[in-house]
């Protein structure tokens, strides 16, 4: 049940704040807010590693390796709720976290093997040559 309402949370308040933040870069804001809404651990690091770069801002390394390492912090963020609101609760679909090592090994697999492969391939697709400097996209034209 825990995980439920924290998905539901997260897609909001990722939503909610891709609308924002979308919104002032002049970037697409109602089709990234929706697509955040809908399936967050894909779309918000998406969002993060292709948003219009405000004047000053740097992105280095490619839009893959960013993708990459948004999500793997994403999901760090989400499975670091998912441990706090399962270890007050006996019933979960995880077990009791403090108690089972069980538990323990299913949250270290659910976590470690997304986070750690997508900084694995990151790692390997980044491109340190390629270097983005703000303002980028429909901000050039506003600067």
Do not use: C
């Not at 949370?9 to 979308?22: C, M, N, R, T």
């Not at 893959?64 to 793997?72: K, M, T």
């Not at 470690?112 to 980044?126: D, N």
């Amino acid at each position: 049940m825990y995980e439920l309402l924290i998905s539901i949370g997260l897609s909001i308040l990722f939503g909610i704040w891709v609308l924002i933040d979308a919104k002032q870069r002049n970037d697409k804001a109602g089709k990234w807010a929706f697509s955040a809404f809908i399936l967050p651990p894909i779309f918000v690091p998406n969002y993060f590693s292709k948003r219009n770069l405000k004047k000053g801002e740097i992105r280095k390394g490619g839009a893959n390796w960013h993708a990459l390492r948004n999500f793997a912090l994403y999901w760090s963020f989400f499975m670091l709720l998912i441990v706090l609101f399962t270890s007050v609760s006996q019933f979960s679909f995880l077990g009791s976290v403090r108690e089972d090592a069980f538990g323990l090994s299913t949250l270290a697999l659910l976590w470690g093997i997304p986070a750690g492969g997508a900084l694995l391939l990151g790692i390997i697709l980044k491109k340190p040559s390629k270097i983005e400097e703000g303002p980028t996209g429909s901000l050039v034209v506003d600067s």
